[in-house]
């Protein structure tokens, strides 16, 4: 299996990899608060170890290939903030993914991958935004892997295969808290005790569940107004096989979509977020709606205007 960091190599020995067997893979996640019992490095262990994750699978469902880990990018938007969150303008976050993808395409690289931990709308248009650029300028597959699905894992369309998989249904607190879930609850919290336990605060098996309608959801920072602790869900009921399941959920759906990119199978554009549709989410947007806008007031302003008197001779 052949699975190499971009780091530890000589660019010499990165320029005799075989472009077209090739897959580099980047993980793209902010650093971010989540709750008094998770560190705030949740979201770049996700997206790293799902980044290895398909590296290793891909190696051994395809020999000859190599997968290429380049170091993780702690960068990201749309983020509660709290001590340690470090958080970018949507426009850097997106504009610094399609420079690192650029530089990679044009040293030949055909497959650009990116893994990402992060839910925020404004981070998740921003990935797909940079992976359009590059593919458009390049001629390349770049893709943000985690979008589409992380939207269908929050909607709990695949709560069924997490129970395949986990061996047995879901008790009615599990379900009801997986609905409800969005940041440093149920899943997180699992996932944490799964890959890195030593980082979560044995606290988490007292905190009461965080739930907010959709209205408080729609307030900047809600998890951490009035008495809230920064999270949403129910993180006293994580258990690490929830996790251990759900990730080889994810994984096997990542690794469709991934052969169908390396395949020709699929565009790269084709599982974008949800989000990428919305048009005010789009990073360009607002300075584009200004400048329209702007543009048609001096317009009215213009035909306003009474009409000028010529001079009497």
């Given at each position: 299996?052949?699975?190499?960091?971009?780091?530890?190599?000589?660019?010499?020995?990165?320029?005799?990899?075989?472009?077209?067997?090739?897959?580099?893979?980047?993980?793209?996640?902010?650093?971010?608060?989540?709750?008094?019992?998770?560190?705030v490095?949740?979201d770049?262990?996700?997206?790293?170890?799902l980044?290895?994750?398909?590296?290793?699978?891909l190696v051994?469902?395809?020999?000859?290939?190599?997968?290429?880990l380049?170091?993780?990018?702690?960068?990201?938007?749309?983020?509660?903030?709290?001590?340690?969150?470090?958080?970018?303008?949507?426009r850097?976050v997106?504009?610094?993914?399609?420079?690192?993808?650029?530089?990679?395409?044009?040293?030949?690289?055909?497959?650009?991958?990116?893994?990402?931990?992060?839910?925020?709308?404004?981070?998740?248009?921003?990935?797909?935004?940079?992976?359009?650029?590059?593919?458009?300028?390049?001629?390349?597959?770049?893709?943000?892997l985690?979008?589409?699905?992380?939207?269908?894992?929050?909607?709990?369309?695949?709560?069924?295969?997490?129970?395949?998989?986990?061996?047995?249904p879901l008790?009615?607190?599990?379900?009801?808290?997986?609905?409800?879930?969005?940041?440093a609850?149920?899943?997180?919290?699992?996932?944490?005790?799964?890959?890195?336990?030593?980082?979560?605060?044995?606290?988490?098996?007292?905190?009461p569940p965080?739930?907010?309608?959709?209205?408080?959801?729609?307030?900047p920072?809600?998890?951490?107004?009035?008495?809230?602790?920064?999270?949403?869900?129910?993180?006293?009921?994580?258990?690490?096989?929830?996790a251990?399941?759900?990730?080889?959920?994810?994984?096997r759906?990542?690794l469709?979509v991934?052969?169908?990119?390396?395949?020709?199978?699929a565009?790269?554009?084709?599982?974008?977020?949800?989000?990428?549709h919305?048009?005010?989410?789009?990073?360009?947007?607002?300075?584009?709606?200004?400048?329209?806008?702007?543009?048609?007031?001096?317009?009215?302003?213009?035909?306003?205007?009474?009409p000028?008197?010529?001079?009497?001779?």
């Open positions: 299996m052949t699975v190499r960091r971009l780091e530890e190599m000589s660019s010499f020995e990165i320029d005799r990899l075989d472009r077209e067997r090739t897959v580099v893979l980047l993980a793209v996640s902010p650093l971010e608060e989540h709750g008094p019992h998770l560190p490095g949740v770049a262990f996700t997206a790293r170890h980044a290895e994750s398909v590296a290793e699978r051994a469902a395809r020999p000859g290939w190599t997968a290429l380049a170091p993780t990018l702690h960068m990201g938007s749309f983020a509660f903030h709290a001590p340690g969150t470090v958080t970018m303008r949507q850097v997106r504009d610094a993914v399609a420079d690192y993808g650029d530089s990679l395409a044009r040293a030949g690289f055909r497959f650009i991958l990116l893994a990402n931990g992060h839910g925020g709308p404004g981070h998740l248009v921003a990935l797909d935004e940079a992976s359009a650029i590059v593919s458009r300028r390049r001629g390349v597959v770049m893709a943000s985690t979008g589409a699905l992380a939207w269908h894992f929050l909607r709990s369309d695949l709560l069924s295969r997490v129970e395949a998989e986990l061996g047995r008790t009615e607190g599990e379900r009801a808290a997986a609905t409800g879930d969005s940041h609850g149920l899943w997180e919290t699992s996932l944490m005790l799964w890959l890195r336990p030593e980082l979560v605060d044995p606290a988490y098996r007292d905190l965080a739930r907010y309608s959709l209205p408080e959801r729609l307030r920072n809600y998890p951490l107004r009035g008495d809230g602790q920064g999270y949403r869900g129910a993180p006293a009921l994580a258990d690490p096989a929830l251990r399941a759900a990730a080889e959920v994810l994984l759906e990542v469709r991934v052969d169908d990119l390396l395949d020709g199978r565009r790269p554009g084709r599982e974008r977020s949800p989000f990428f919305v048009l005010p989410l789009r990073t360009n947007f607002w300075p584009a709606a200004a400048l329209a806008l702007g543009g048609l007031a001096a317009w009215l302003w213009y035909r306003g205007r009474p000028s008197r010529e001079a009497n001779p």
